[in-house]
């Protein structure tokens, strides 16, 4: 649920103001990840550099959000990546065509279409719209496990360290399979931190989770501690080609899973998280999604009840009553 986005140094001039400023950290802050590959290592520095070019006033706007930029790179995401969207000077939108108000896509070489804009028009990006849009649309039955890692968890999680996965019965769900000699590799939880694994560089995945669970037929109900056994020897198993990611499993009160854990997230870096309605487990189980499900985007103050959740599930959960597994 990110936009990659590029900031033509020219266009950083006179011309903006503090609302332009204002909402081009907005935008950043919420979605954006700046992107640079046409630059070399000194890409930031040409934009510094632009400040020292504007009246006194102007520059100490853009000093301000880009010392607050610096200073946050969790809530500020850069990369050397491909973009598709370019905010560009207003000479250059003139040159373009482009009126005011409007974007206008150009093909860009390996960039494929590239949507230029103003910058002091960002909010009239479509690529910034269509994102806002998408990001509170709910899942549909039907839609493949890939389209949905693609399109709404992929860019958020290749742009994170640490994942929180809050789900209560991803691993309940993994305990009957195990204990029903049932095969786990479509198990969504499996699944879903193996696409992480493979297309990300997270450092660590943490999961809350139940240890609740239904017998089926003769199995016979077995004490937590034994429980917990069974899961860390079903994740180690299937999840013993990953490399590089640590894998926490927290097993909380049952009481404090129930007020703190009936809202399934998945938190990226404690400020950006996917709202589930379904779980993780289920939205990621099998080829293709089952039923429709709610599904919602949340960032900054909205990451403040989630952020709260987990250490309360963290708080509520004993030494024994968790493990990692380190790869």
């Known amino acids: 649920m990110l936009v990659n986005f590029n900031i033509d140094p020219d266009a950083i001039d006179d011309s903006t103001n503090e609302y332009h400023v204002k909402e081009l950290r907005n935008k950043w802050q919420q979605s954006g990840v700046l992107a640079h590959p046409s630059y070399e290592d000194g890409s930031l520095n040409l934009i510094s550099r632009k400040f020292l070019e504007l009246s006194q006033e102007k520059r100490s706007l853009w000093d301000d959000a880009w010392q607050e930029i610096e200073n946050n790179p969790t809530r500020y995401l850069r990369s050397k990546d491909k973009f598709k969207v370019a905010l560009v000077s207003e000479s250059r939108a003139r040159q373009r065509g482009i009126a005011h108000g409007n974007s206008a896509y150009f093909g860009s070489g390996s960039l494929g279409n590239v949507e230029w804009i103003r910058l002091t028009e960002i909010n009239a990006s479509r690529e910034f719209h269509d994102l806002g849009i998408q990001a509170q649309v709910g899942l549909a039955a039907g839609q493949t496990i890939n389209e949905i890692w693609t399109q709404r968890l992929e860019p958020l999680a290749r742009h994170s360290k640490q994942v929180v996965i809050v789900d209560r019965y991803s691993c309940s769900r993994l305990l009957e399979d195990r204990l029903s000699d049932r095969d786990s590799c479509d198990n969504g939880l499996i699944q879903l931190i193996g696409l992480m694994a493979e297309h990300t560089s997270l450092e660590s995945i943490a999961v809350y989770s139940s240890l609740n669970y239904t017998p089926e037929g003769n199995v016979d109900r077995i004490p937590p501690l034994e429980r917990i056994e069974v899961i860390r020897d079903a994740i180690s198993v299937e999840t013993q080609h990953i490399e590089n990611i640590n894998l926490e499993f927290y097993f909380p009160r049952p009481d404090v899973l129930r007020n703190y854990a009936h809202d399934r997230h998945i938190s990226f870096d404690g400020f950006r998280a996917c709202a589930i309605g379904i779980g993780a487990e289920e939205a990621f189980q099998g080829d293709s999604l089952r039923r429709n499900t709610q599904f919602s985007y949340k960032y900054g103050?909205?990451?403040?009840?989630?952020?709260?959740?987990?250490?309360?599930?963290?708080?509520?959960?004993?030494?024994?009553?968790?493990?990692?597994?380190e790869r």
Do not use: K, S, V
Not at 311 to 324: C, K, Q, S, V
């Open 301 to 325: 103050e909205q990451m403040r009840d989630l952020i709260e959740a987990e250490g309360e599930l963290n708080n509520a959960t004993g030494p024994d009553y968790r493990f990692t597994i």
